[in-house]
Nanobody, 124 residues
Framework: QVHLVESGGGLVQAGGSLRLSCAAS????????TGWFRQAPGKEREFVAV????????DYADSVKGRFTISRDNAKNTVYLQMNSLKPDDTAVYYC?????????????????WGQGTQVTVSA
């Protein structure tokens, strides 16, 4: 059973930056794809970013392209989401998710494991 723990959320002013971390444990498969999703109050969970096991392939939602960067350090079993130029619309609970395999995935139902989430609040 893969256990994911997010950290790094908080309150920041518009234009500021945060770095989220997703620490994984219990992973028994040799490769995985990790994604970040977010859910704002009253809205559905939406895709933010995804990274392959090697880190060589990444993809982003249009709303965060050029502002967010996903990366991973497999030696530390950790995936990061660097968020710059934050906007009030980025306010949400951010979740990391994991799935075995190599193919990038953009839909929540494609992921098998989820963290508990970390709150990001961006004030105007």
């Amino acid at each position: 059973q893969v256990h994911l723990v997010e950290s790094g959320g908080g309150l920041v002013q518009a234009g500021g930056s945060l770095r989220l971390s997703c620490a994984a444990s219990g992973r028994t498969f040799s490769s995985s794809v990790t994604g970040w999703f977010r859910q704002a109050p009253g809205k559905e969970r939406e895709f933010v970013a995804v990274i392959s096991w090697s880190g060589g392939r990444t993809d982003y939602a249009d709303s965060v392209k050029g502002r967010f960067t996903i990366s991973r350090d497999n030696a530390k079993n950790t995936v990061y989401l660097q968020m710059n130029s934050l906007k009030p619309d980025d306010t949400a609970v951010y979740y990391c998710a994991d799935r075995a395999g190599y193919g990038l995935a953009f839909n929540a139902h494609e992921y098998h494991y989820w963290g508990q989430g970390t709150q990001v609040t961006v004030s105007a």
